[in-house]
């Protein structure tokens, strides 16, 4: 299947700073990216979806303030935490919609981002 | 937001068992997708089903799409020590643009004795 990554795998950030989490689909291009948010032994809960030089359509509960996304180019989207609390301390996954079918399949997913604020 | 009911939550069992989960929803779904989660890693696909009582396998994996689409199972067959793992159901609507999200089950956390 086609590659998605995530920079960085893992960051620790303290309280009040922003942090900035990239995706990248490495050999497609993906014209809709979503933004998961993963507590542990927990499901993934989506965040956002972003399409490629649109704003971002955030899911009911998620401070587009405080989460923002921007998916600049078909190969790149970033989600930055801004004054990240303890409790934004998760796994953050991103995945990457390739294709024209519009099949779930063609959904690919990154490693995932572990951010721990102090 | 929404999420589906996955059971069962957790399951326990020796090398060579078979295995079978399943997702309801209260709500149609055109797709059902299960997915694999190794610790620290992002959801793997297993199998996609995109039509009612569709069954697909996938080696020792067997799916079906409910004929309802309102639910979904999936089997593992003769479990081997790196099946471990948390499994998620997850759905997807018809049509584009947002209608393009996946709604994920609770997961199955699966430990299997050698």
């Known amino acids: 299947g086609a590659v998605v990554s995530q920079h960085p795998s893992r960051v620790i950030c303290k309280s009040g700073t922003s942090v900035k989490i990239e995706c990248r689909s490495l050999?497609?291009?993906?014209?809709?990216m979503f933004w998961y948010r993963q507590f542990p032994k927990q499901s993934l809960m989506l965040m956002a979806t972003?399409?490629?030089?649109?704003?971002?359509?955030?899911e009911q509960g998620v401070e587009k303030d405080k989460f923002l996304i921007n998916h600049a180019s078909l190969t790149l989207s970033t989600l930055t935490v801004t004054s990240a609390h303890p409790e934004d301390s998760s796994f953050y996954i991103c995945?990457?919609?390739?294709?024209?079918?519009?099949?779930?399949?063609?959904?690919?997913f990154g490693p995932g981002t572990r951010l721990t604020v102090l | 937001g929404q999420q589906l009911n996955q059971s069962p939550q957790s399951m326990f069992i020796q090398e060579g068992e078979d295995v079978s989960m399943n997702c309801t929803s209260s709500s149609i779904f055109n797709t059902w997708l299960w997915y694999k989660q190794d610790p620290g890693e992002g959801p793997v696909l297993l199998i996609a089903?995109?039509?009612?009582?569709e069954l697909t396998s996938n080696g020792r994996l067997t799916a079906q799409f409910g004929i309802t689409r309102k639910d979904s199972f999936l089997n593992i067959s003769a479990s081997i020590p790196s099946d471990v793992g948390i499994y998620f159901c997850?759905?997807?609507?018809?049509?584009?643009?947002?209608?393009?999200?996946?709604?994920f089950g609770k997961g199955t956390l699966l430990t299997v004795n050698p």
């Open positions: 997850a759905g997807q609507r018809a049509g584009g643009g947002s209608n393009y999200k996946l709604t």
């Open positions: 050999d497609f291009q993906a014209t809709t």
């Open positions: 089903l995109y039509k009612a009582g």
């Open positions: 995945s990457a919609r390739g294709g024209t079918s519009g099949r779930a399949s063609e959904q690919f």
């Open positions: 972003s399409n490629e030089g649109s704003k971002a359509t955030y």
